[in-house]
């Protein structure tokens, strides 16, 4: 008559305590990649600010040169990623055009776009050139 009443199903202390144990082993080991994650993360928010304002830099001398304005080089200039200098904790870039003449009518347009970070050499940066042509007037 016992056996008709007591229920056998269920879990155990012992394998609730395995479950909670083996949980909690997962939850420690995706904790654990958190900062990898955010460091991933902020090198590519700045990869793509730099991307940005490199791009930007690169089309704003090309636009000058086919203006007929060459630019002086070099020219240094700090940016700040918000576009202002007011902002507390803003990211700053240093910026640096180069502008060479390699032959008539041709202009090379050198852009280095740095700024502090964990990268080997203290800074990390990105560089992209720009090869610039004008037609002769008819």
């Given amino acids: 008559m016992w056996r008709i009443i007591s229920n056998t199903k269920g879990f ?13 082993i997962a ?4 904790l654990t990649m958190q900062p990898t994650s955010w460091k991933a993360a902020s090198k590519a928010d ?7 304002i490199m791009q930007s830099e690169l089309e704003l001398r090309e ?17 700040q990623a918000g576009g202002s200098g007011t ?11 180069t502008t060479t003449n390699p032959g008539a009518n041709r202009w090379l347009v050198n852009v280095r ?8 050499g ?3 940066r990105i560089t992209s050139s720009m090869l610039v042509t004008r037609q002769s007037g008819f």
């Fill in 63 to 79: 636009n000058q040169i086919m203006m007929g304005t060459i630019p002086a080089s070099p020219i240094n200039q700090t940016i």
């Fill in 46 to 52: 700045y990869m793509g600010r730099a991307a940005g």
């Fill in 87 to 97: 902002n507390a904790g803003d990211a700053s870039f240093n910026v640096i055009t």
């Fill in 12 to 24: 155990t202390l012992i394998e609730a305590m395995i479950a909670v144990f083996l949980t909690m």
């Fill in 113 to 120: 776009v740095a700024w502090p970070g964990n990268c080997p």
């Fill in 122 to 124: 203290g800074s990390c």
């Fill in 27 to 30: 939850v420690v080991s995706v």
